[in-house]
């Protein structure tokens, strides 16, 4: 088999994980992630692309359990994985020492994502006086957090970069 690598200066790897799958989107190609890095969860696509969350030494066996797809996603969080950098942006990303929204968890983050495709569309909602199906507090702790930039610069942390301009890939044989 073979394997390749790479790195971009400027770019996190988790970056360039999404370019190649993009790249094989692109081409059709079914792409294999392996890492426990959850942001990559947005990657995830009905026909495409599988994530092998916690990987066994040589010795270890891979259960079913071990892989996560589009359907394992939706599952688990009830929302679409593109959504996921919504999500973080809203609940917030301790190894990220990024703060979420002000009382605004996990339950009602999945909640809000689950009825608006994006948190711009749900503020849109609150200030036409749409019932959200969130309480006031966090209504208004999400518009703060908004009108603050907050959001949106935790949105664009979590939203992995897809077009790398990625070298020749050195290929390795083993």
């Known amino acids: 088999g073979h394997w390749c690598t790479a790195s971009v200066a400027g770019h996190e790897a988790d970056d360039i994980i999404a370019t190649w799958c993009h790249r094989a989107k692109l081409s ?91 948190i711009e569309d749900c503020v849109t909602a609150i200030r036409r006086f749409e019932t959200t199906g969130m309480p006031q507090k966090q209504e208004r702790a999400l518009l703060a957090a908004w009108d603050s930039g907050e959001v949106q610069r935790n949105i664009r942390i979590h939203t992995l970069v897809k077009k790398v301009p990625l070298p020749t890939p050195e290929i390795a044989t083993t």
Request: charged residues 20%; aromatic residues 12%; proline residues 3%.
């Open 28 to 118: 059709g190609t079914q792409a294999v992630i392996v890492s426990a890095d959850k942001d990559l969860y947005q990657l995830l696509r009905k026909d495409l692309h599988v994530i092998l969350r916690s990987f066994r030494t040589c010795v270890g066996k891979v259960t079913q359990e071990d892989w996560f797809n589009y359907d394992a996603f939706a599952t688990r969080w009830a929302m679409l994985p593109v959504q996921w950098p919504q999500y973080r942006a809203l609940v917030g990303d301790k190894s990220d020492n990024m703060p979420g929204v002000n009382s605004i968890g996990e339950r009602y983050a999945m909640n809000l994502l689950g009825r608006y495709l994006t």
